[in-house]
């Protein structure tokens, strides 16, 4: 079946600090990859997403490439504020199916400290 | 535009009550999705619908559960006898698929979710 697996937290990083949050997965066909944000009190955001191989996906400075040899999905940013604090979730959904439903990881809690 | 909303926010039962939550999804989303998450760990696959058509139930989803989106518009879960394991919070989300082009494509919207305790 499907799975996410995430590099484990929490992620302690200092303002303007680079971040990566490792992702990579196992499915069958050519998923389409998922990059959500939870923040404190809020519900999942979409942050970013790629639907096939090389497909970079980007977004409030987040970058995701899709890299089909070697199933992984990386998150990363080239300085992270204050503001990205929150709880990052690697998600995929399978490729050619007709239903959408997401496997998640099991979320990566990142504080960036002033 | 108004995102998926969800009621209620917070709900605390005791063991063997029933609950239902509401989801109401984002106007003339046709795909509606219920998904459960617990401490520590990412949200869960439970069941989706198709306009009214629930067309998909996870294993996680026991006879205890059961969901419904009657006009194809808000959806209810509604838990039966409630056990402590329920405890959880209660993700709904909504997206527009139109055709089989929209597959990849298709990006779900979360509602804020339904925090369950049960004593």
């Known amino acids: 079946g499907n799975s996410v697996t995430q590099m484990e937290g929490p992620v302690t990083l200092s303002e303007e600090a680079f971040l990566t949050i490792n992702c990579t997965y196992t499915a069958t066909g050519y998923p389409s990859l998922f990059w959500y944000v939870q923040y404190p009190g809020e519900g999942l955001q979409l942050l970013l997403k790629a639907t096939k191989a090389d497909d970079k996906g980007s977004n409030k400075g987040f970058e995701a490439t899709y890299r089909k040899e070697t199933t992984s999905f990386h998150l990363e940013k080239g300085s992270v504020q204050v503001s990205d604090s929150a709880v990052y979730f690697c998600a995929l959904k399978s490729g050619g199916t007709s239903y959408g439903k997401l496997t998640f990881g099991q979320g990566t809690i990142l504080t960036v400290h002033p | 535009d108004t995102g998926v909303s969800q009621d209620p926010r917070h709900k605390i039962t005791k063991r063997g009550q029933n609950v239902t939550f509401r989801c109401d999804p984002i106007?003339?989303?046709?795909?509606l999705y219920w998904y459960r998450q617990t401490l520590g760990q990412g949200p869960e696959f439970l069941t989706y619908?198709?306009?009214?058509?629930?067309?998909?139930k996870s294993r996680l989803l026991s006879d205890r559960f059961s969901a419904e989106r009657p006009k194809g518009s808000f959806s209810t879960l509604e838990i039966q006898r409630t056990e402590q394991g329920d405890s959880a919070m209660y993700l709904c989300?909504?997206?527009?698929?139109?055709?089989?082009?929209?597959?990849?494509?298709?990006?779900?919207?979360f509602g804020p979710g339904t925090r369950l305790l049960v004593l």
């Open positions: 619908f198709q306009n009214e058509a629930q067309l998909e």
């Open positions: 106007s003339e989303h046709n795909r």
């Open positions: 989300a909504s997206s527009l698929v139109l055709g089989r082009r929209d597959f990849p494509q298709e990006t779900q919207y």
